[in-house]
């Protein structure tokens, strides 16, 4: 019986590791591949490890592309937008959670049904009308369709009703307005709630594809995800700076992986859970 | 002036007004741009106009009718759903199965849930360019593994009949991981009473798992099924930046031909709008169908 036990969690743990390698080796060869030199990566067979490690493939890159704008393109409209849309969804999660006034429901249903709402359906029209509003191509455009987020509201509203009664009594009794209240108490207990936010609109906007796609045309306004998609189609033959823009790419976030790891896995786990 | 910004503030700080001011900023972004674009959306799907959105002419349901005469709309439905019916089930019983091994919070089982779920952080193009580049014919590493146990040259992105399968094959390296976490989370709140009541009747893992797991995080499966299944339908980065819809359109999915048709060439706003709200239709039945099941299933 115990022999069989081992037997069985061994095969497990064989059947997990192949899986995670499947994961971890793609971007591991990647990894390795963007510090080969041309001539061996042409090589037959290929190696897993470079033979030698040369730079040449990002000097490329960056040669080739303007990679810092596209960079810093990215980090400003990540951040910009994790920013305000964080403030903004929890002013409405906090107001739908805690405070009383007329319309609540009718206004939380309809922030619900935009939910439901595909981007593909609504994307021609916010294109038009970003259009017509004199804002395509600018930071405007981009940022302000991305102020508020649902899933934001819903989080941050979950938070805020799971906190006490009593904390919201304490604040009134020291003659905090609801404001106060927000800000002095409810606000710094919802720390973990935020960051997760953060963490999870960070990665998103500097991941989103079709959205700046959409509303950029201007090479001065063009974000990382697609700037790098240009290194690899169809007829590539000079590999090496596409497995380093691959690499650069991946990078920032792969940082705030390995620091913010428990808030992603949270925020997700949870995400499932009120369903 | 002091005076005069205290009863302002006053005024915004007494009753219910403290709500108002505090969701204003939230609904006013959603309202006007993302309901506002959806009504604008049936109204731009009568019209016939170019990405300029110079003199629009309306031509009533034409766009529609004209949608349903193109093949290339079917072969793209046919491929959204081809897409959806493969990726979403594999990932579902990929992530259930791992899900089940890993419930418990030892400190193996976090570390392999957090190389599973590492895939959130590349985005669409990152993973474009690594399996492009592993698959490759000439430099790739798995097209080495192959040929090295025998196996012929494949051209795994380019060949018709396989491109479908390898789209699908990286969308689910993508996101199973996604589920196998929400999975884990639902699994902890199975009761473990239920558990040990079933090991003292000598029950196998195998049956515990049907008996007690899989019906103890029915809505947890309802919401990765329903989320998955609406993202699928909507499937568009993967596929942009890795076949472009090709080879001969045998992956380009609904929001791919919508795309090509307003932006790329020869754009036409209200037609790739018509074909938007088709998609939109076939979204909203296949939630309302789940859901309608879910509630259903959540009351037996």
């Known amino acids: 019986m115990k022999q069989k036990r081992k037997l069985g969690s061994f095969i497990k743990f064989m059947i997990l590791s192949f899986v995670a390698a499947i994961i971890l080796l793609p971007v591991l060869w990647m990894f390795f591949s963007s510090f080969r030199a041309a001539k061996e990566i042409i090589s037959w067979p290929p190696k897993f490890l470079p033979h030698e490690w040369v730079f040449d493939n990002y000097r490329k890159v960056f040669k080739r592309a303007p990679m810092m704008t596209y960079i810093k393109n990215s980090a400003i409209f990540a951040v910009s937008t994790t920013c305000l849309s964080c403030m903004i969804n929890s002013f409405a999660g906090y107001a739908f959670a805690r405070l009383h006034f007329r319309g609540k429901n009718v206004l939380f249903t309809m922030c619900l049904m935009t939910m439901m709402i595909p981007f593909q359906v609504t994307m021609i029209p916010l294109f038009t009308m970003i259009n017509k509003m004199g804002i395509y191509d600018t930071w405007a455009g981009l940022i302000l369709p991305r102020m508020a987020g649902v899933m934001g509201i819903f989080m941050m509203r979950a938070f805020f009703v799971g906190l006490p009664l009593e904390l919201e009594e304490a604040g009134r009794i020291d003659g905090l307005t609801d404001y106060g209240i927000f800000a002095r108490i409810m606000l710094p207990l919802a720390k973990p709630a935020l960051v997760t936010q953060i963490v999870l609109g960070l990665n998103g906007a500097w991941n989103d594809l079709l959205y700046p796609l959409l509303m950029t045309s201007n090479v001065r306004m063009r974000m990382l995800s697609n700037g790098v998609a240009l290194f690899v189609g169809q007829d590539t033959t000079d590999y090496g700076p596409a497995f380093a823009a691959g690499v650069v790419s991946m990078l920032p976030m792969l940082l705030l992986y390995l620091f913010g790891q428990r808030y992603f896995v949270e925020g997700t786990a949870t995400s499932g859970l009120k369903g | ?300």
């Open chain 2, 1 to 300: 002036m002091m005076d005069w910004l205290k009863r302002v503030r006053n005024y915004w700080s007494s009753g219910s007004r403290t709500g108002y001011v505090m969701v204003a900023p939230a609904i006013l972004v959603l309202l006007i741009f993302n309901i506002i674009p959806l009504f604008a959306s049936f109204g731009i799907s009568l019209l016939d106009v170019n990405v300029l959105f110079n003199n629009p002419k309306f031509v009533g349901i034409q766009n529609y009718l004209e949608a349903f005469r193109t093949p290339r709309f079917w072969n793209s439905l046919k491929n959204t759903f081809i897409f959806t019916f493969l990726e979403v089930p594999c990932q579902m019983v990929i992530g259930l199965a791992l899900a089940a091994v890993l419930t418990r919070n030892k400190w193996v089982n976090k570390l392999f849930r957090s190389i599973y779920f590492l895939p959130i952080i590349c985005s669409a193009t990152a993973v474009g360019i690594m399996w492009q580049l592993i698959l490759n014919s000439n430099i790739g590493y798995v097209s080495w593994m192959l040929r090295s146990i025998g196996l012929p040259k494949i051209s795994f992105l380019k060949d018709p009949e396989i491109a479908m399968y390898t789209v699908i094959f990286m969308s689910v390296w993508r996101s199973f991981g996604i589920s196998t976490i929400i999975f884990v989370a639902g699994m902890q709140e199975v009761p473990a009473e239920l558990y040990e009541s079933a090991d003292l009747d000598g029950a196998s893992k195998f049956r515990e798992f049907f008996s007690i797991t899989l019906p103890g995080i029915i809505p947890t499966i309802y919401f990765v099924l329903i989320t998955r299944l609406i993202g699928s339908m909507q499937v568009f980065d993967l596929i942009f930046v890795t076949t472009g819809g090709g080879p001969n359109f045998r992956t380009e999915t609904m929001v791919n031909y919508i795309y090509s048709r307003a932006f790329s060439s020869d754009t036409r706003l209200g037609y790739a709008t018509a074909m938007s709200e088709c998609l939109f239709a076939i979204i909203l039945i296949i939630s309302i169908l789940f859901y309608r099941r879910m509630l259903k299933d959540e009351q037996a």
